[in-house]
């Protein structure tokens, strides 16, 4: 895939630590059909960390856990405006102490910002990396560990939309499409399907 990169839509690093905060457990067509009319009332942390709860809600309530993705939201950009200074934090274990920000997401934000070398591990990145081969790690944590071992530092960062694309686009959850994949010669998984 010649082209991979994050399938939201964002303007800068603040507006990317909420559009991958929202795609948690819901889809990123999902998140870019809400964060057009979120971005346009609160562009920043400063003006997000302003909202209530309520005001946010109203903005995001077609998307999976509103209810608690609005408080981490309104958390997140207070935090980010208070301790932060407003910057959007490069490193992981940083972003992690934000509201609602958890490893996959710290992973996301680092990897595509500032182009560490870091992998996120969501549903995709884990189906993928099991059919592959690449992992046999029954937790998250344990398949990044996996894919760190393998994939070369440089390459981390693309390697996670690599993954995540062929797993949303050819290698599905239900109807893996094994016939049109460009990896059966390697994949393992590929006579089972």
């Known amino acids: ?45 400063a003006s997000m960390a302003k909202a209530s709860v309520a005001e946010v809600y109203e903005l995001i309530k077609s998307v999976s856990y509103p209810n608690n993705k609005a408080k981490h939201l309104v958390g997140m950009a207070q935090m980010v405006l208070h301790v932060f200074g407003g910057a959007i934090p490069d490193d992981p274990d940083q972003l992690q102490k934000l509201p609602g920000v958890g490893r996959k997401t710290a992973n996301v ?27 046999q790690g029954k937790t998250p944590e344990k398949v990044e560990r996996d894919l760190n071992l393998i994939i070369p530092p440089h390459l981390l960062p693309v390697a996670h939309h690599w993954l995540i694309l062929h797993g949303r686009y050819t290698c599905t959850a239900r109807n893996p499409k094994c016939n049109k994949c460009g990896l059966t010669e390697w994949c393992p998984s590929a006579n089972l399907n």
Do not use: W
């Open 1 to 45: 895939m010649p082209v991979a990169e994050t399938e939201l839509h964002y303007g800068d690093p603040f507006q990317l630590l909420v559009a991958t905060v929202l795609s948690a457990q819901c889809t990123d067509k999902r998140v870019n059909l809400t964060t057009p009319a979120l971005f346009a009332r609160f562009p920043d942390a």
């Open 109 to 135: 934000v680092t990897s595509v910002i500032y182009k560490r070398a870091v992998i996120a591990v969501d549903t995709h990145v884990f189906r993928v990396s099991h059919r592959l081969g690449l992992s």
